[in-house]
């Protein structure tokens, strides 16, 4: 049967198939042959196209591989810079940290001896301030003198304060040695050898609108004894030097001004408006420096310095003197205040005497106890340039 079959095969193929072509035939006719036999056919060749595949999948393995490799090592290498730069930085900021604490060790030090330093200049100001009072210079104790009270004027029991109209308890002078002048003369004298400190508190209210120029409310002047009682105030005299509080008709307002000698009025400062109701309270202290010829205005509430009289002239004896005006529109006190009633040395004096101190310790050829009675009789301790606003 199975040679029929081969038979009719071949049968088959050389009927559809050139004669040329017997061999294609028994090869053909074999294959067939071969395949019902169960034979096993010899491996094809791999085409092109599955060689390229396979090739491609191998390079993009290799890729892969590459880049993950590569990441690898940057991931690394970022991981051992950093770690590098952050104990490089813990370092730097140990160093840091170190020369801060060495410059805070340094200011402490520093501080610690400023703060000795201070104390010891604050023992010597107080020792130098005790000295002043003892020898009575820098704060003298004086009053005004009653007897010499103008009559429009009032003046307190204690002969302190004064005042252009009546308070309980003040008094009135009927005889009073001045006549024109509207205020009251201090009980001392200042000399080319002193060196004085007084303060005056002040005090007014305006009962009615101001409406002429130059309108006085308080003064405090120094001048000779003859040339006091010349005029109505003390800025319009010869050998005069005067702080004073005016009417300034121009801006409306009340100023704070002075005079020399009937000189021109040159305005300080503006305190309040010139309407009624108006009131003004202040505080100023005066330094009385002889051996240098000047006078020093000092605003206390305001540390400041208002104003330095210089060449003022020793050579004959001055008077403080206190004035207030014009009792029917304005009601003005003056208060006196010396030693006791002076509160704390001020800033700016007890600022002078630390320079001045500072001259002392420079001074080797003297002792201090001896340069400072030296300065204390002789005032070359004080300087003006020195007294200044803190």
């Known amino acids: 049967m199975e040679r029929e079959a081969e038979l009719s095969n071949d049968i088959i193929l050389q009927r559809y198939l050139p004669l040329s072509d017997t061999r294609t035939v028994s090869t053909i006719t074999n294959g067939f042959t071969g395949i019902q036999e169960g034979t096993k056919m010899a491996p ?33 290498s970022v991981a051992v810079f950093n770690n590098n730069f952050t104990i490089d930085l813990i370092q730097s900021l140990h160093a840091h940290i170190e020369r801060q604490e060495e410059n805070i060790n340094n200011i402490s030090t520093v501080v610690k001896n400023l703060q000795e330093y201070v104390d010891r200049q604050q023992y010597l100001v107080y020792f130098l301030i005790l000295f002043l009072y003892c020898l009575g210079f820098a704060v003298q104790d004086f009053v005004f003198d009653k007897s010499t009270s103008h009559t429009d004027i009032y003046i307190s029991k204690d002969r302190r ?19 024109n002048y509207y205020g009251v003369i201090g009980r001392r004298v200042f000399t080319k050898t002193d060196i004085v400190y007084f303060e005056i508190e002040v005090y007014y209210k305006l009962w009615d609108n101001i409406t002429f120029d130059t309108a006085l409310i308080f003064e405090v002047g120094f001048s000779t004894e003859d040339t006091i009682d010349g005029y109505h105030y003390l800025g319009g005299q010869n050998k005069s030097w005067s702080f004073m509080c ?20 040159f305005s300080l400062k503006t305190i309040t408006s010139n309407v009624k109701g108006e009131t003004y309270q ?12 000047k006078i020093a205005v000092y605003d206390i509430l305001e540390e400041k310095l208002l104003k330095t009289f ?27 205040h010396t030693r006791q009633y002076i509160k704390a040395i001020p800033k700016w ?17 003297l002792s201090s106890i001896g340069y400072l009675f030296h300065v204390i009789l002789y005032g070359s301790v004080f300087k003006q340039d020195d007294i200044v606003a803190t």
């Open 44 to 76: 094809q060749p791999k085409s092109l196209s599955q060689k390229m595949s396979s090739h491609i999948a191998i390079l993009l393995v290799f890729i892969i591989i590459a880049i993950i490799a590569l990441f690898l090592t940057v991931v690394i």
């Open 161 to 179: 304060t004064i005042s252009n109209r009546y308070e309980e308890g003040m008094l009135w002078v009927s005889d009073g040695s001045l006549q």
């Open 246 to 265: 005016i009417n300034d008709l121009d801006s409306s307002s009340v100023v704070l001004a002075y005079e020399i000698s009937r000189g021109q009025i």
């Open 282 to 293: 202040g505080r100023f202290g005066f330094f009385v420096d002889g051996p240098r010829r």
């Open 310 to 336: 210089e060449n003022v002239e020793f050579e004959e004896v001055i008077h403080p003197v206190f004035g207030v005006f014009n009792g029917q529109k304005i009601e003005a006190k003056v208060t006196l």
């Open 349 to 365: 004096l007890e600022k002078t005497l630390l320079k001045r101190l500072t001259i002392i310790k420079m001074h080797h050829s």
